[in-house]
């Protein structure tokens, strides 16, 4: 299916691996000229030498700190007018309340909440001024499955869910959509880092992460490429009426209101 984006210009965050690579190389798939963002500026380069010998599109690098405010400032003035902003870095630390400092949680905000938040506003300033643009936030099903476990995680995502809907509750009168994207868990390298991280929470031995993956919706994670080739139909004009609404990607965990599923028993599956 033509989703319509030949020529976009899109800017992706935190785009040096996980989903935010995998964001880069879907919509080079469509044709986009794409700027890549993160603190990783050799993960960037070798990135968009793959992406330009693959897909011919222009890819350009900025290698920086995004989470300082200023850094967002310089990045939306050095991208330009671009048509789709894919707010994807972050990195919220996992764990309890009473295993969180102070600085745990502002330096997780810093980088997810106010780093969205800033860069947000910087670019819809310059969409709402031409009439058109999409914002699409990455954010994480633990916004609306909250858990006490990664308790600093689920209070920034839901302050970014409640963010996107109070903005793109409006945005539609400018000419501006912004949704966002709650992933569940997706085999990527942050998410083994949380899933070691409750191992020790819940048996004391990280090497124990594995043992959630059987307990997951298929008996797996999700695929990086499961989310962004969700982002790119919500960049496109295909979906060109959703705005202020969240897509969740998650095997139906939230719906479920678990982070884990419990295998059924036995006796729990119709006829056994």
């Given at each position: 299916m033509d989703m319509r984006l030949a020529g976009a210009s899109v800017l992706i965050t935190g785009?040096?691996?996980?989903?935010?690579?995998?964001?880069a190389e879907a919509f080079a798939v469509e044709g986009c000229n794409l700027h890549l963002a993160a603190r990783d500026g050799a993960a960037l380069t070798e990135l968009a030498v793959a992406i330009r010998t693959a897909y011919g599109v222009n890819v350009e690098v900025?290698?920086?700190?995004?989470?300082?405010?200023?850094?967002?400032?310089?990045?939306?003035?050095?991208?330009?007018?671009?048509?789709?902003?894919?707010?994807?870095?972050?990195?919220i630390p996992a764990g309890p309340v009473e295993a969180l400092t102070a600085e745990d949680w502002k330096r997780g905000f810093d980088l997810k909440v106010f780093g969205y938040i800033a860069l947000s506003r910087a670019v819809y300033l310059r969409m709402k001024r031409r009439g058109s643009g999409v914002i699409i936030n990455d954010i994480g099903n633990s916004g609306e499955n909250w858990d006490y476990n990664y308790v600093a995680g689920s209070t920034g995502n839901a302050a970014l869910m409640a963010f996107t809907r109070a903005v793109g509750g409006q945005s539609m009168d400018y000419g501006v959509r912004v949704v966002a994207i709650n992933p569940g868990p997706i085999a990527t390298d942050r998410m083994t880092k949380l899933m070691k991280r409750r191992a020790v929470d819940l048996h004391g031995d990280e090497s124990r992460w594995?043992?959630?993956?059987?307990d997951y919706p298929g008996g797996r994670m999700g695929k990086p490429e499961e989310v962004a080739d969700t982002m790119v139909f919500l960049a496109s004009p295909r979906?060109?009426?959703?705005?202020?609404?969240?897509?969740?990607?998650?095997?139906?965990?939230?719906?479920?209101?678990?982070?884990?599923?419990?295998?059924?028993?036995?006796?729990d599956v119709p006829g056994t």
């Open positions: 785009a040096s691996k996980g989903i935010g690579r995998a964001a900025h290698a920086m700190d995004l989470s300082r405010p200023e850094s967002m400032e310089a990045l939306a003035e050095a991208a330009g007018d671009v048509d789709v902003l894919v707010n994807n870095a972050g990195d594995t043992e959630f993956l059987a979906a060109g009426y959703i705005s202020g609404a969240i897509v969740t990607v998650d095997g139906g965990i939230a719906s479920y209101g678990s982070i884990i599923k419990p295998r059924p028993q036995r006796g």
